[in-house]
């Protein structure tokens, strides 16, 4: 069942974050992320959504991008390793997309790494419609690419 995160997941998608590979570092901006989006410490239009099976097994955290009309950031989706290829990425990204639509987004945005090692993650989008929009090397590191993927919401407006 995808749901709204609360607070009380925190621990659970620290621990997904940690099992798909997210750096120390990383695991502690997570947590101060979930802290204030999750904590009342924040009054934007972020939303995270959870991946419900008893407990939480994946995750997804969307934004909109600032000084546009109706552009959002798909910042965070995550299954539990031995959770994925059951179509519940998939779900939660409709779900996310299903969510924007209804408040009326044109555009979804997600960025990944270019790495071989994420070519399933990049195949994972295309499959999902998103269409390759820009690549910005060595953006992460030294031979590490950011691929920014696209996918229109809506009709656009002629």
Do not use: H, W
């Given at each position: 069942?995808?749901?709204?995160?609360?607070?009380?997941?925190?621990?659970?998608?620290?621990?997904?974050?940690?099992?798909?590979?997210?750096?120390?570092?990383?695991l502690e901006v997570l947590r101060e992320m979930l802290s204030d989006d999750l904590g009342g410490n924040?009054?934007?239009?972020?939303f995270w959504l959870t991946d419900d099976d008893g407990e939480p097994v994946g995750v997804a955290y969307c934004a909109p991008e600032r000084m546009t009309n109706g552009t959002w950031n798909l910042l965070l989706i995550a299954v539990q390793p031995d959770r994925q290829g059951q179509g519940r990425g998939t779900a939660?990204?409709?779900?996310?997309?299903?969510?924007?639509?209804?408040?009326g987004a044109r555009l979804l945005l997600v960025e990944t790494s270019g790495l071989p090692s994420f070519e399933r993650t990049r195949?994972?989008?295309?499959?999902?419609?998103?269409?390759?929009?820009?690549?910005i090397r060595d953006?992460?590191?030294?031979?590490?690419?950011?691929?920014?993927?696209r996918k229109a919401l809506v009709a656009q407006e002629q």
């Open positions: 069942m995808i749901r709204p995160t609360t607070p009380d997941d925190t621990a659970a998608l620290i621990a997904l974050a940690d099992a798909i590979g997210f750096e120390p570092n990383e924040s009054d934007s239009d972020r939660l990204l409709r779900y996310v997309e299903q969510t924007l639509m209804a408040r195949a994972f989008y295309r499959k999902c419609g998103y269409d390759e929009e820009a690549r953006f992460y590191k030294a031979g590490d690419d950011k691929i920014v993927y």
